[in-house]
């Protein structure tokens, strides 16, 4: 029988044995050296704040295909570190927004992004709710105007007020 | 009558969708690249690493390329029947090995079994970008003219192979 491994597996493994030996050094260290400040690593940062302004607002927008609930700005799996380092070295060579956009849609397609382009796939997507909203809408107008119909305005003659006030007059006093 | 019947429609096709997704695997994302030529790459070979392998090299041949590294887990699964596979004489296997350690992966191949005509190495992952890799293993199929014609995400299983691999490929190879 063959396991069913999903194939991402290994970067949460990978992610857990580094964590275990980080923690494992940051232990020892701490016997060893008790008096000495540990520094958090630094996280390697481009050094043109420039290139990293626009690629944080270009990566923003892209899913991590690894943690898909990620945001590849956000992510801090191989994957997204890979993608980060490809864009902003394509923001060196002057790409602009639209083809770095495009260079990774033609390898990973429309799931990179958080914002699919509107196509015949997609119409359901982007209209659906706006589609259901005016169904819904419809449905509340008609069932308003039906309700208004059914619900005749009742008008009492004089003997019939006077008979009320007397029935609601007869249980005054009384402990109802 | 209606007025009950209605919501209980709107419910069983609600209910249907919902059951449809619960069959789907959003980590499964179709490749963008299937039908269309396989991204050209020079790399240096995993075991001659003065020696370089083109893709260019394989025109003319229908050939499988299988994504691999030594700290991915679920590569240990398919590893068996890419051997079995390459033994069987029906496809050659070229194996990338992406973000690897070359000694490391030498070691692994010694240990597992090699069932690749040659290695690559894909130190940095860039090829493997170009590939629209974003886990390991995968594997590509790639025919006469060089067009992707099949990707496995994850692991290759028995399943895969006798069903859908195999077949593509004894199809693929009668084509001039």
Same mark, same amino acid.
């Given at each position: 029988?063959?396991?069913? $491994?999903?194939? $991402?597996d290994w970067?949460?493994?990978r992610?857990?044995n580094?964590?275990?030996a980080?923690?494992?050094? $940051?232990?020892?260290?701490?016997?060893?050296m #008790?008096?000495?400040a +540990?520094?958090?690593e630094?996280v #390697?940062?481009?050094?043109d704040?420039?290139?990293?302004?626009r690629?944080?607002?270009?990566?923003m927008?892209l899913?991590?295909l690894?943690?898909?609930?990620e945001?590849?700005a956000d992510?801090?799996?191989?994957?997204?570190n890979?993608?980060?380092?490809?864009i902003r070295q394509q923001?060196k060579a002057?790409k602009?927004?639209?083809?770095i956009?495009q260079?990774?849609?033609?390898r990973y397609?429309?799931?990179?992004?958080y914002?699919? #382009?509107?196509?015949?796939?997609?119409v359901?997507?982007?209209?659906g709710?706006?589609a259901?909203?005016?169904i819904?809408?419809g449905?509340l107008v008609? $069932? +308003?105007?039906?309700?208004?119909?059914?619900?005749?305005?009742?008008? +009492?003659?004089?003997?019939?007020?006077?008979?009320v006030?007397?029935l609601?007059n007869?249980?005054?006093?009384k402990?109802v | 009558m209606?007025?009950?019947?209605?919501p209980l429609f709107?419910?069983?096709?609600? =209910? =249907?969708?919902?059951?449809?997704?619960l069959?789907l695997?959003?980590? @499964?994302?179709?490749?963008p690249?299937?039908d269309?030529p396989?991204?050209v790459?020079?790399?240096?070979?995993l075991h001659? !690493?003065?020696k370089v392998?083109?893709?260019?090299?394989?025109?003319?041949?229908?050939w499988?390329?299988n994504v691999?590294?030594s700290?991915?887990?679920a590569c240990?699964d398919?590893?068996p029947?890419?051997v079995q596979?390459?033994?069987s004489?029906i496809? !050659? &296997?070229?194996?990338l090995?992406?973000k690897?350690?070359r000694?490391? =992966?030498?070691q692994?191949l010694?240990?597992y079994g090699d069932?690749y005509t040659?290695?690559i190495?894909? @130190?940095d992952g860039?090829?493997?970008i170009?590939?629209?890799v974003?886990g390991v !293993?995968?594997?590509?199929?790639?025919?006469k003219k060089?067009?992707?014609?099949?990707?496995? &995400?994850g692991?290759v299983t028995?399943? =895969?192979? @006798?069903k859908?691999?195999i077949p593509l490929?004894?199809e693929?190879?009668k084509q001039?």
């Amino acid at each position: 029988m063959f396991k069913n $491994y999903h194939h $991402y597996d290994w970067i949460s493994l990978r992610q857990m044995n580094k964590a275990k030996a980080l923690i494992l050094i $940051y232990l020892l260290c701490l016997c060893i050296m #008790p008096s000495i400040a +540990l520094s958090k690593e630094a996280v #390697p940062v481009a050094e043109d704040p420039e290139v990293e302004k626009r690629m944080l607002a270009l990566t923003m927008d892209l899913r991590c295909l690894v943690c898909q609930n990620e945001s590849i700005a956000d992510s801090r799996a191989d994957f997204s570190n890979d993608i980060r380092r490809e864009i902003r070295q394509q923001i060196k060579a002057n790409k602009n927004d639209q083809e770095i956009i495009q260079f990774l849609v033609d390898r990973y397609g429309d799931f990179v992004l958080y914002n699919p #382009p509107v196509k015949p796939t997609t119409v359901f997507l982007w209209f659906g709710p706006l589609a259901l909203f005016i169904i819904g809408l419809g449905a509340l107008v008609v $069932y +308003l105007r039906r309700r208004r119909v059914q619900i005749k305005e009742v008008t +009492l003659s004089e003997a019939e007020l006077k008979k009320v006030e007397s029935l609601l007059n007869e249980n005054k006093g009384k402990n109802v | 009558m209606m007025r009950y019947l209605i919501p209980l429609f709107a419910f069983m096709i609600l =209910a =249907a969708f919902l059951l449809v997704g619960l069959t789907l695997n959003p980590r @499964q994302v179709p490749s963008p690249l299937i039908d269309k030529p396989a991204p050209v790459f020079q790399l240096n070979h995993l075991h001659e !690493p003065e020696k370089v392998m083109a893709s260019q090299d394989n025109l003319g041949k229908v050939w499988m390329l299988n994504v691999w590294a030594s700290w991915c887990v679920a590569c240990r699964d398919e590893h068996p029947l890419l051997v079995q596979l390459a033994n069987s004489g029906i496809v !050659p &296997i070229y194996g990338l090995n992406y973000k690897d350690e070359r000694t490391t =992966a030498m070691q692994w191949l010694k240990r597992y079994g090699d069932p690749y005509t040659i290695s690559i190495v894909d @130190q940095d992952g860039k090829v493997g970008i170009d590939y629209g890799v974003y886990g390991v !293993p995968e594997t590509y199929v790639i025919d006469k003219k060089g067009i992707i014609r099949h990707k496995q &995400i994850g692991p290759v299983t028995v399943d =895969a192979l @006798q069903k859908t691999i195999i077949p593509l490929i004894l199809e693929l190879q009668k084509q001039v």
